[in-house]
């Protein structure tokens, strides 16, 4: 069983920052992927960026240049800092991370945290 947390969401101004932050913990061999996925009210949910074991970074065209992803692979943790926020960046922020687990792969959920930006 893998257990995946998210926090950092919140309220603020448009042009501002947020940084938030996803812990995987439970029956984990390695991880591979951790993935931040975002779900406004009405439409489906979006990979906004990702990051690999080895480093290697995708980001949705929406968010480059503004949204940086990042990983500590000794915590299980990944970050994703958010700047220059806009009102369109409004959503449930969801954490998913894949890897390897005692006996076969996973793939987990986090139970989201809420981004409003708004003035």
């Known amino acids: 069983q893998v257990r995946v947390v998210e926090s950092g969401g919140g309220l603020v101004q448009p042009g501002g920052s947020l940084r938030l932050s996803c812990a995987a913990s439970?029956?984990?061999?390695?991880?591979?992927?951790m993935g931040w996925y975002r779900q406004a009210p009405g439409k489906q949910r979006d990979l906004v960026a990702a990051i690999t074991s080895g480093g290697s970074t995708n980001y949705a065209d929406s968010v480059k240049g503004r949204f940086t992803i990042s990983r500590d692979n000794a915590k299980n943790t990944v970050y994703l800092q958010m700047n220059s926020l806009k009102p369109e960046d409004t959503a449930v922020y969801y954490c998913?991370?894949?890897?390897?687990?005692?006996?076969?792969?996973?793939?987990?959920w986090g139970q989201g945290t809420q981004v409003t930006v708004s003035s």
């Open positions: 998913n991370v894949r890897g390897l687990g005692q006996t076969s792969d996973f793939g987990s």
């Open positions: 439970g029956s984990i061999f390695s991880i591979y992927f």
